[in-house]
């Protein structure tokens, strides 16, 4: 498995991601919910797919349609990359309406999340 780590100084904060198989690294961000339709990855999503938008920071080609696992305050769900969240930062995730439900309230707006590949 390929390894890529990215070092933020502001922070010191490190990122690491797993691109192949998968991996147990577990990632901490915010997660967000807005409508999808035709993405980076050329999948066409809806609303009630169960798809992700990572930030521009950890995507890459290489991870369209790879798996991630996301937990939230009212439990985990399993979503399908399918493009790029350009006003995410690095760990955050934009979710589909259906699957930001799958975890929380969508009257929340946002939520602190745990996410990995799988």
Avoid: Y
């Avoid at 169960?50 to 991630?68: D, E, N, Q």
């Amino acid at each position: 498995m390929k390894r890529i780590i990215i070092t933020f100084a502001a922070g010191a904060a490190m990122l690491l991601v797993g691109i192949g198989t998968g991996t147990a690294v577990d990632m901490r961000g915010t997660a967000f919910f807005s409508e999808f339709g035709l993405e980076e990855c050329g999948d066409l999503a809806g609303d009630d797919d169960m798809a992700v938008r990572l930030s521009s920071i950890v995507f890459t080609r290489s991870m369209c349609g790879k798996h991630i696992l996301v937990t939230g305050r009212a439990g985990s769900v399993e979503v399908k990359v399918v493009g790029v969240c350009p006003g995410c930062n690095s760990n955050d995730i934009e979710l589909t309406p259906a699957a930001f439900q799958k975890i929380g309230s969508l009257d929340t707006g946002t939520m602190p999340v745990g996410w990995k590949f799988v």
